[in-house]
């Protein structure tokens, strides 16, 4: 799309990120089909949220202490909380995506894919202060790994020639012209608000079945129609990004297709998350590169050594962080030797170390 001329990154992640208004519409149908013709409220909320299975001994004086407090963990978040998650969320995920999509038209895609690719250093690093991740030898070790593979395929696809095209006579041009660095600082924001928004999830979510998870990326698309137009106002009027409708039947396939992209791929990947760890997510999505390898296979493309060097390390990075995190997190941790302390881990800890019963 920027190839047609049409560099317009807010208005791309304002439009990508609109899409997920969508998903309100599975909910507005449901709340009217049980207003209707469905059941009591009370028997509605029942079937639409199923608690964690427990596992406690009932018998046990532990269960009956601990039963109130694993219940506040573990209920699920209201219409009003999850609304006001996605407020909170919706302007981290908005900077994230406008800084990669800046950088992407300020500075070469090899710069601006090495430098987001520091996310993963910085989900670790995040994850660690809040909790949600163990720093480990092996993960420090898959991080580098990952990172050094994203380097070599960037390297490989990049080129002398590999810049952007002009601007026109935007003030963003004339800064990109005479600031080299700009697209890359952008790119490096990119990164660490993506670790940013992608720990927040965790840390106030924890588990994927505590969430509607169409309400609350609805709610996101929502607050981003609202609250994101009048930034795209000051843009256009001091000259910064003109809005103009896209002039080429590519630019509108393109924008399209993103905003279709970004609706599924954005919830399959908060999902994934929720269920495993943001640092196994965030190095997943570095797959992204063997799978293009082999698209390009398909396609008559063979790939250098050095492109299937850096795909071949981000597999084994994947690999190793999995293993990783499926392992138990006891005395694993280089900074402390407890346990990660969140709420499920405490949690796994009373239901594997039940109390023994009184004589």
């Known amino acids: ?44 909320s029942a079937i639409a949220y199923q608690p964690l299975e427990r596992e406690l001994d009932i018998d046990a004086e532990p269960a009956v202490e601990l039963m109130a407090s694993i219940d506040q963990v573990d209920s699920p978040l209201t219409v009003k909380e999850t609304a006001r998650l996605a407020l909170e969320f919706c302007f981290l995920w908005f900077i994230a995506n406008w800084a990669l999509n800046a950088a992407l038209a300020y500075t070469s895609v090899a710069s601006a894919t090495i430098l987001s690719g520091m996310s993963g250093m910085f989900t670790l690093a995040v994850g660690r202060i809040f909790r949600v991740e163990t720093l480990t030898l092996v993960k420090i070790g898959a991080v580098l790994t990952a990172f050094a593979g994203v380097i070599l395929v960037a390297i490989s696809d990049g080129s002398s020639d590999d810049q952007p095209d002009a601007l026109g006579s935007s003030i963003i041009y004339k800064a990109a012209t005479s600031l080299p660095v700009l697209g890359d600082f952008l790119a490096l924001m990119s990164a660490v608000f993506y670790a940013l928004y992608v720990v927040f999830l965790k840390v106030q979510i924890r588990e994927e079945s505590r969430i509607d998870m169409q309400l609350f990326f609805g709610f996101v698309g929502f607050f981003n129609i609202v609250l994101s137009w009048p930034v795209g106002v000051i843009l256009h009027l001091v000259g910064i990004e003109r809005f103009e409708i896209p002039h080429t039947h590519n630019a509108v396939v393109i924008i399209l297709l993103n905003m279709i992209i970004t609706l599924s791929s954005d919830y399959l990947y908060v999902v994934a998350m929720l269920k495993t760890s943001p640092l196994v997510v965030t190095i997943g999505l570095g797959l992204t590169i063997p799978v293009a390898v082999i698209g390009d296979s398909f396609l008559g493309k063979p790939a250098t050594v050095q492109v299937l060097a850096g795909a071949l390390l981000v597999v084994i990075a994947f690999v190793a962080v999995g293993v990783e995190n499926a392992k138990p997190n006891e005395g694993s941790d280089l900074l402390s030797g407890d346990l990660v302390n969140d709420a499920r881990a405490q949690q796994s800890r009373i239901r594997l170390e039940p109390e023994d019963p009184p004589e």
């Open 1 to 44: 799309m920027y190839d047609d001329g049409y560099q317009k990154p807010f208005l791309i992640t304002y439009t990508n990120t609109a899409s997920f208004v969508f998903y309100l519409l599975p909910y507005i149908t449901r709340r009217l089909w049980d207003d209707r013709w469905g059941l009591p409220k009370a028997a509605s």
